[in-house]
Structure formats: C-alpha cells, structure tokens
Nanobody, 121 residues
Framework: QVQLQESGPGLVKPSQTLSLTCTVS??????????WSWIRQPPGKGLEWMGA???????YYSPSLKSRTSISRDTSKNQFTLQLSSVTPEDTAVYYC?????????????WGQGTQVTVSS
C-alpha cells in the first residue's frame, strides 16, 4: 500500500519561501507513468492543484503559480519537495501531496493526510 506523508514548518513569514517534503513509502517515485503532485486547500475554498513531478523527473506547474513554484525530488530518499517563494497570507492553506499513475493528468489515487501551513508575521 502506497502511503504519503507531508512534513515541513507549519508557520512561514511573509516574503519567505515555503518548503514542504513528501515522503513516499510502499512504492517508488520513479515507477513508470506515476506522477506526484502538490495540492492545497485554502480555508473555505476548494482544492487547488499546484504542480507535479513525473516518474521521469519532468515537472508540471499551475500557470497561476508557476513563477513562484518549484518541485524537485530525491530518489535516494523516495521524497519529493515543494518550494513556494514570496509567500503571502493568501498562501495559508492545508497542503497535500498526492500521487497516481496513468496518462497525465492523472487521478490521484494516493494522498497524504495534509499539513496546515500558515503565513503570518
């Protein structure tokens, strides 16, 4: 069973860079045709897909966040990481990592439990 777990600071100051890591167990992030995403949900709003990294290492970003978002991976640790720069209070949200296989864009079959990130001074 594939399991995902987010980790990172719960509080980030405005203008700083938010950095979260997703650790995947029970499967490899390099498994062919699997894509690993970051998704967030601001308070009172719906889910927002932020971007993904493919099994090959290729990355895909939401156009609205592309200028501030970077997704990378460490295959030796079976982890992938989100960096969101120049954060504002509007970036306060529950951040999820997720994964799924197939033809991109995929349905995310596996989800982490989510981690609350608050942007505040």
């Amino acid at each position: 069973q594939v399991q995902l777990q987010e980790s990172g600071p719960g509080l980030v100051k405005p203008s700083q860079t938010l950095s979260l890591t997703c650790t995947v167990s029970g499967g490899s992030i390099t498994t062919n045709y699997y894509y690993w995403s970051w998704i967030r949900q601001p308070p009172g709003k719906g889910l927002e897909w932020m971007g993904a990294i493919a099994y090959s290492g290729s990355t895909y970003y939401s156009p609205s966040l592309k200028s501030r978002t970077s997704i990378s991976r460490d295959t030796s640790k079976n982890q992938f990481t989100l960096q969101l720069s120049s954060v504002t209070p509007e970036d306060t949200a529950v951040y999820y990592c997720a994964g799924g296989g197939g033809t991109f864009p995929v349905d995310d079959d596996y989800w982490g439990q989510g981690t609350q990130v608050t942007v505040s001074s």
